[in-house]
């Protein structure tokens, strides 16, 4: 019971590792190419959430100096993971051009169909 | 002059950065190329006057945009990494004549200044890695280099090299978001990034966090490692090796799995070790296994390789399984001889990988069975090739015998003697496939596809020969080589203690 208690205080980190280990799952599972990069994205988006969660405090502002203030937010994991983001973009834009071009080359997407292909060759 | 030296850390990564901006735009392959020339010389005399100021003045800490770490961006040279710098920009400068008549015959025109622009967004990212202090940073330089291989190893002629390069992406990014994750676990834990202050703050952490370091440690072990590909994470590397563009495969077995490897040192050595505070690493023991299964298994599937590029492939999983060792044995000697093999297997790929390129130049092929007799017609070229070959066996007089040596001294110093069997025996396996290719090139008659080969114009002959040269000469005097992997081994290991 306890167990159960302390998981569901701590549901952001379930979803978090929910996210991670089906988009890993995904990626290891099917062999379809675009199939395999949507898995590989929902992997680096549950990273973003493992940054930004204990980053944001409830009531908390921006970090602006301000004698109203006196709770503020960390500011960094949001300016990291935006970097990670385009990072994630780069990845993935690259991934489907080479997607593209393999459709070009083999006529098909399935990585197991490729593997079947090239061991003929 | 004095306002230039000042920020030679960040020119090092400044000018291959916007010379790989400067590349594209340029379109035209010669254009490029005559660009990369000159950005891939600069390189090697930054990098030098850098490893100068450290061995002369101790480490250089350099604050990017003038931020005080631990809140901007430090670059931080010490001998390590001024070793590591040194020896990507100098493989970089020696290989880079040889590109222009490979890219030529490998490449369309139209695409060829898009394959210089890439290696120099390589380039930028492979030193990035390797200069910055930053752990968030080291990330970003990390994609930087990755997303470029992915490019030049796509840009191969076979259609295999598209295959090759996806696989490598999925592999890598999978790497690269693991590393993030453990560099997660690493800020929250101490709210910082820089690479010193993590290392402090750890060092002060408190019993019941020992876990969540613990976790940290695994999730960058393992996501640098299937960037090194560290077996049995290296399903991607036979593939990308063997299909890139001949000289894309020189660069990269030179350099990039060098610089993962750099990484995984001043983490399990600079931060790890510090913050754990044992004589030991706690994963000693995995690393150890899996570099001696890499050692022989993968040395085993190379002597059954039919294309040359694939087997070398093969062979370099089995050295980095040597390197690995030495960071698993984890005492002075051992480590000096991982880090000085870090140098060492670079020289000698980069010259084996060369002469295969040369080789493809003359006969388009790079097959075992069409080299048959190509010793007597590219004899310059098989000259270098048994000559780097030797070196990778181990033979005495070679820069591969005194990696071999420290790692064995290692070995020994914590008693583990039949490692040094081990050493031994993987070390004969590797005499199987480089004889095998002696003996096609040299005492078969001469085949149909090599008959009308001969040596490469002296662009390409001259880095081979260069190479072939080094091997030798820090087989004979390792001052340079094992001096500073010496020294830097008992910098790292100064954490330890």
Same mark, same amino acid.
């Given at each position: ?121 | ?338 880090? +000085? ?95 095998? +290719? ?60």
């Amino acid at each position: 019971m306890e167990a159960l208690l302390a998981l569901v205080d701590h549901y952001n980190f379930v979803i978090t590792i929910f996210l991670m280990v089906a988009g890993l799952y995904v990626v290891v599972a099917r062999s379809n190419m675009v199939k395999k990069l949507i898995g590989l994205s929902i992997f680096q988006t549950s990273v973003y959430l493992l940054y930004l969660e204990p980053g944001k405090i409830i009531g908390g502002t921006a970090p602006i100096v301000d004698p109203k203030f006196t709770l503020y937010s960390n500011p960094l994991p949001h300016v990291l993971i935006l970097t990670a983001i385009v990072v994630g973009v780069g990845t993935l834009a690259l991934g489907l051009a080479l997607v593209v071009r393999i459709h070009e080359a083999y006529g098909t997407t399935d990585d197991d169909d490729i593997a079947d292909r090239n061991r003929d060759e | 002059m004095n306002t230039v030296l000042a920020h030679l850390p960040a020119l090092q990564i400044v000018i291959p950065l916007v010379g790989g901006l400067l590349a594209a735009l340029l379109r035209r392959g010669i254009l490029a190329f005559a660009l990369t020339l000159v950005v891939s010389w600069i390189m090697p005399v930054i990098s030098g006057l850098l490893l100068h100021q450290v061995m002369t003045s101790g480490p250089i800490s350099y604050h990017l945009g003038s931020w005080p770490p631990p809140w901007g961006i430090e670059y931080r040279v010490d001998l390590l990494n001024g070793m590591v710098l040194m020896l990507v920009s100098t493989i970089g400068a020696v290989i880079i004549p040889f590109a222009r008549r490979s890219i030529d015959f490998e490449i369309g025109e139209r695409r060829q200044a898009w394959f210089y622009s890439m290696y120099l967004m390589c380039l930028a990212g492979l030193l990035g890695v390797t200069i910055t202090g930053d752990a968030f940073n080291a990330f970003v330089f990390l994609e930087i280099s990755s997303l470029s291989t992915y490019l030049l190893i796509a840009l191969g002629r076979d259609r295999r090299a598209l295959v090759a390069a996806f696989r490598y992406l999925i592999m890598g990014t999978i790497g690269a978001t693991f590393y993030v994750i453990g560099v997660g676990f690493l800020y929250l834990l101490t709210g910082s990034l820089n690479m010193v202050d993590i290392a402090a703050r750890l060092g002060a952490a408190e019993p019941e966090q020992a876990r969540a370091i613990i976790a940290g440690l695994a999730f960058i072990t393992v996501g640098i490692s299937l960037k090194l590909a560290l077996f049995p994470l290296h399903s991607w590397l036979p593939g990308a090796y063997a299909f890139a563009p001949s000289w894309a495969t020189v660069f990269l077995a030179a350099t990039a799995t060098k610089v993962a490897i750099y990484l995984l040192v001043r983490f399990l050595f600079s931060i790890f070790a510090v913050a754990l505070g044992r004589d030991s690493l706690p994963i000693a023991e995995i690393v150890l296994s899996l570099s001696v299964a890499a050692m022989f298994i993968a040395s085993i599937i190379a002597v059954y390789q039919t294309n040359l590029k694939r087997m070398l492939a093969y062979s370099s999983l089995a050295q980095i399984g040597y390197i690995m060792l030495g960071i698993g044995i984890a005492n002075q000697a051992g480590l000096a001889g991982g880090l +000085v093999h870090i140098v060492n297997h670079a020289i000698m790929k980069a010259a084996l990988f060369l002469a295969l390129g040369a080789i493809f130049y003359r006969i388009g092929s790079v097959q075992i069975a069409d080299i048959a007799g190509i010793g007597r017609r590219m004899p310059l070229t098989m000259a270098a090739f048994s000559v780097a070959g030797l070196g990778l066996v181990g033979t005495p007089g070679t820069a591969g015998f005194i990696s071999k040596w420290y790692l064995a001294l290692g070995a020994l110093e914590r008693g583990w003697w039949p490692m040094v069997f081990l050493l031994v025996a993987s070390s004969l396996i590797s005499v199987l496939y480089v004889g095998r +290719v002696l003996e096609a090139a040299w005492f078969r008659p001469v085949g149909e596809k090599a008959a009308a080969a001969k040596d490469p114009p002296l662009s390409m002959l001259l880095p081979l020969l260069v190479l072939a040269a080094a091997t030798v000469y820090f087989g004979l005097d390792t001052q340079w080589t094992a001096g500073i992997a010496d020294a830097a081994a008992a910098f790292l290991l100064g954490g330890l203690q």
